[in-house]
Each structure stands twice: as structure tokens, then as C-alpha cells.
């Protein structure tokens, strides 16, 4: 007999995101994913000054804000008619590669890392280094103390987890390294974004902030920290547990669901947008052989078990906001993207399929590694690296760039909005597929649509009662002790969720929810 599990909230993502599963024969057998809080943000922008979008829409979100400015500004870019300048376009690429760097950084350290090893195994370290002493002196005293957060609570540990007194307080050093090699990627977005969070420097026709030789020289300084540390701490770090501890799971392709992939490509090499870094490309029934473009027209969405008035899926363009509370069986406030009518997993592991890159194409097809939670991990070390070896090409051509008397940063012939028209921002935030739709009338937003990388990846059943990839990412997950649910939590955490931000806590004692008002 099948026995549920429900976990509310996810914890150690963004936002509020609850998960339910019913396992049997300790196996995930059925699966619901439920966006619990309403963004809403589209009925904000109705009516307002169109170039207000890219300011509005960064507050989405305050982890991954960026990325909805830039998807922002480019719908209005299209919208306006305006031509990014070439400088402009090494900048947004600069400003957009900061972000990523420090957003897959946290997601693997300090979001996803703890999922895989026994923290309390570091009091049995018995070697003599003295950076691995010092942070095992200082766990120590936490326990001692019972408060050893945030690296507790966590789920028991299990077959998969590290245990190796030496391996987990490398992991544990790594942590706390991560700490601060993060707050310089923040810092490199802020010195051509103005400031972090919320950069006020991406607008239609380009951006506002000029740079100068100094912000140049501060800004690749940090950026080969960063690169160091991801040469030589983020990738091994990953291809050890990737290829050993990990190994049985990446073989089996645990939460590796639908197998349909899609990327709008991003960072554009030349101001046409006709080539990117990231390539676009779709892929359907992990036929990885055979990449297919991307054809925006097929994009609809679902809101057939989403708490939003019923219509039949509508594209982005004709999509609407409006809340149905007491709809019968809904269950998300995630409505339910589709592509040519499939359910599509988009993210790191999605780019790097898409582009075929080498390294993670060797892992699939000769090391027997199947897509999957591991795999995810792979894919956005992967990505993290090549990323920041092109930023430094970047901003080699931005000082040469900087350097023509002709050097421009914004399009200001199209800054006035038009009366009419409507514009398509794509783009690949970390977490994935990004896509703006705006409609201009009057000279103002008539009509504005989000498509979030979470609500792809977390998406309800369609009208065809197919699952969103969340939701079939767990079927055939192990559930050997239902009262430890930890490979559902490793399966979902991999996506890297993004959800609407709520205030909801549990007390780690118990483990029951609790609800507290804010004053």
C-alpha cells in the first residue's frame, strides 16, 4: 500500500515550494509539485511606462535578479526597434557572467553540498593540517553548544553520504571559502551594475553605466579569484563525489525525468544576436543526437491544475493572470509551460546538452552517466568554468572597444516608448530558460508574461495529466526509510528552485510546521 510524504516547505531554495509523493515498494510511484504563494507582478506593470519593466520585474526575485532585467530590457529592445551597441553587449554579458558565477557557486555549497555528506563526521578527523584543525575546533564547539547552524538540521545520512572525517571537512573548508568568493562575483556585477542587488544599469537600447579602466582592472582582479577558485576548489570538488560516492546514483540517472530539454541560448557574440554562448536548442526524449531549433510559437501554458481562471493554453502573448482560489483540484500557483506540448527541463544540464560540450557528453556516452541530479551538478560546474574563461576574453574586447572614438553604450535615438508594438525577451538565467512578453498600447505596458525557469521545471500536470518535470524527476526515486526522504530533496535541490519568496518556519526540534506573525 502506498504511503504519502509530503514536504512543506522545500527547504535550502528560494521561495516556497512544497513537495508530495506517495512511495511504495520504497520507490516514488506518484508525484505533486505546489507553488504555494502567488507572484502576481504582471498586474503591477499593466498600464505603467514600459521602461519601468526591467526595474519592476527585478523584483521577482532577490537571488536571480538580473536576469529578469535583462530579459526586460530585451523585450523592450525589440518593442522600441533599438540596436544594442557593441560595448553595451560586452557589458550586459560581463554584468550577466557575474551573476552566474556567484549563483552556482551558493547553489553548490551552501544549498546543495550539505545533501551528500555527515557534517558530524568532522569531530572524528585525526590529521594534522592546520586550516582542516581550525574548522574542525570550531564544529566542535557548535555541537557542544547544540547550535550548529546553518549547516543543521539536515536529513540522517545514508548510503550515498560522504562519511570520510578528512573528505567532509575539505567539503566543510570549501563552505566556508565559497562564503567569500561569492561576495566577489556580487561584487564584480555591482561595479558595472551600479549596485547588487537590483543593478540599475541594464535599460531598452543598452545600458547606462560607463566604464572605465579602473572598474576594468578591479573588475578582472576579482574575476581571476574567482576563476581560481573554481579551477581548483568548485570543479574537483564535483568530479570527486560525481565519480565516487555519487557514482552509483549518476549511473542509474536518479531524477532524471521526461528527458526533454530547452534553452533559448544566451550571452550574444555579436550585437545581431545571431551567435551566443550558450546555443539554443531543443532536444525530445533524450535523443541528444538530434538538436532541434527553438520555435518561440510553440511555447503555451497550462492552467488546467493551477489556482488561475480555466482557458486552454495560451501562448505568452495571450497569456492572462487571474486567480481562481477555490478551483477544483488545482494544486500550484505554477502554471504549466509546454513546448510543442511536452514538458521541458531547462538549466545548466540543458545548455550543456544543447551545445554538446565535450566534457559532459563524455560523461554521458562514454562513463555511462545518466542525466539526473548528478548530472546537473556536472553540467553547472561545467558551465561555471567555461563562463568565466570567456568573461576574460570579454573584457579584453571591452578595453579595445573602449578605446574607438566611436564608443557608445546605449541607444538613445530609441529611448521614447512607441505607441504601439510587443517584443520577445529570451534568455538563460542560471536556473534556465527565461523568456519576457510585453504589449505595448498607448505608450504603455497593456499585456506583460513571465516564463521563470521554476515554472518550467516545477510546473503541475497539463490538461493531459502529464507531469512537470519536478514531479516525474521523482518517480522511481528510492525511499528506503520514509521518515528520511532525503533523495528527494537531493533530486529537487539539483534543479536549483527559485520559487516566490514566503515567511514560513520550521521548529528543527519537532519538525513541525509552525506559523508566526511578523510585527
Known amino acids: 500500500m502506498a504511503e504519502k510524504i509530503t514536504i512543506d516547505p522545500i527547504t535550502r531554495i528560494e521561495g516556497h515550494l512544497k513537495i508530495e509523493v506517495e512511495v511504495e515498494n520504497d520507490t516514488v510511484v506518484d508525484a ?4 504555494t504563494m502567488a507572484r502576481g507582478f504582471e498586474i503591477l506593470l499593466k498600464g505603467r511606462d514600459p521602461r519601468d519593466a526591467p526595474f519592476v520585474t527585478s523584483r521577482f526575485c532577490g537571488v536571480c535578479f538580473s536576469v529578469h532585467q535583462i530579459a526586460s530590457a530585451k523585450a523592450l529592445d525589440a518593442a522600441f526597434g533599438a540596436n544594442v551597441p557593441e560595448g553595451a553587449r560586452l557589458i550586459r554579458n560581463l554584468i550577466m557572467g557575474a551573476e552566474y ?5 551558493v547553489h553548490f555549497y551552501h544549498l546543495s553540498a550539505l545533501d551528500y555528506i555527515d557534517v558530524v563526521a568532522v569531530t572524528n578527523y585525526e590529521g594534522k593540517d592546520p586550516g582542516l ?6 564544529i566542535v564547539s557548535l555541537v557542544k553548544s547544540n547550535d550548529t547552524y546553518p549547516l543543521t538540521p539536515r536529513y540522517k545520512p545514508d548510503e550515498f553520504s560522504v562519511n570520510d572525517p578528512e573528505v567532509v571537512l575539505t567539503l566543510v573548508s570549501h563552505y566556508l571559502k565559497a562564503l567569500e568568493v561569492q561576495v566577489l562575483a556580487r561584487h564584480m556585477g555591482a561595479i558595472l551594475g551600479g549596485r547588487h542587488p537590483h543593478y540599475q544599469s541594464i535599460v531598452p ?7 572605465t579602466a579602473d572598474k576594468i582592472a578591479k573588475f578582472r ?14 570543479v574537483a570538488d564535483v ?5 565516487g560516492p555519487l557514482l552509483p546514483l549518476a549511473k542509474e540517472g536518479i531524477g532524471g525525468g521526461h528527458k526533454n530539454y530547452l534553452s533559448y541560448g544566451a550571452f550574444e557574440l555579436d550585437v545581431e544576436g545571431k551567435k551566443k554562448f550558450f546555443v539554443p536548442g531543443v532536444i525530445f526524449n533524450g535523443n541528444f543526437d538530434d538538436i532541434k531549433e527553438v520555435q518561440t510559437d510553440k511555447i503555451t501554458e497550462s492552467v488546467k491544475y493551477a489556482w488561475y481562471e480555466d482557458s486552454k493554453p495560451l501562448h505568452p502573448f495571450e497569456g492572462k493572470t487571474e486567480y481562481d482560489l477555490d478551483k477544483k483540484n488545482a494544486y500550484s500557483f505554477v502554471k504549466a509551460p509546454r513546448y510543442d506540448g511536452k514538458p521541458m527541463e531547462v538549466g545548466p544540464l540543458a545548455r550543456m546538452l544543447a551545445m554538446r560540450e565535450p566534457t559532459l557528453m563524455s560523461l554521458v556516452k562514454d562513463k555511462g552517466v545518466k542525466p539526473g541530479a548528478v ?7 561545467i558551465e561555471t568554468m567555461l563562463l568565466a574563461e570567456a568573461m576574460m576574453e570579454w573584457l579584453d574586447e571591452l578595453a579595445e572597444e573602449m578605446a574607438k572614438p566611436d564608443f557608445k553604450i546605449h541607444d538613445e535615438k530609441h529611448w521614447e516608448p512607441p505607441s504601439e508594438g510587443e517584443g520577445e525577451g ?4 542560471p536556473r534556465g530558460a527565461l523568456g519576457h512578453w510585453v504589449k505595448i498600447a498607448g505608450g504603455k505596458i497593456d499585456s506583460y508574461q513571465a516564463v521563470v525557469p521554476s515554472t518550467w521545471n516545477a510546473s503541475p500536470r497539463d490538461e493531459q495529466g502529464v507531469r512537470g518535470p519536478y514531479e516525474e524527476a521523482l518517480i522511481g526515486v528510492p525511499v528506503p526509510d520514509i521518515d528520511n526522504p532525503i533523495n528527494i530533496v537531493r533530486v529537487i535541490r539539483s534543479f536549483d528552485p527559485c520559487l516566490a519568496c514566503a515567511i514560513h518556519l520550521v521548529e528543527p526540534d519537532s519538525n513541525r510546521v509552525k506559523k508566526f506573525v511578523v510585527r
Open 426 to 429: 529570451l534568455y538563460e538565467a
Open 221 to 234: 582582479s576579482m574575476l581571476l579569484k574567482v576563476i581560481d577558485f573554481i579551477k581548483k576548489v568548485y
Open 32 to 35: 505533486w509539485s505546489s507553488g
Open 375 to 381: 548530472a546537473r551538478h556536472a553540467a553547472r560546474a
Open 101 to 105: 558565477l556567484y549563483d552556482h557557486i
Open 239 to 243: 568530479v570527486a563525489l560525481g565519480t
Open 205 to 211: 537600447g543598452g545600458v547606462t553605466q560607463y566604464p
Open 133 to 138: 584543525l581550525s574548522v574542525k575546533e570550531k
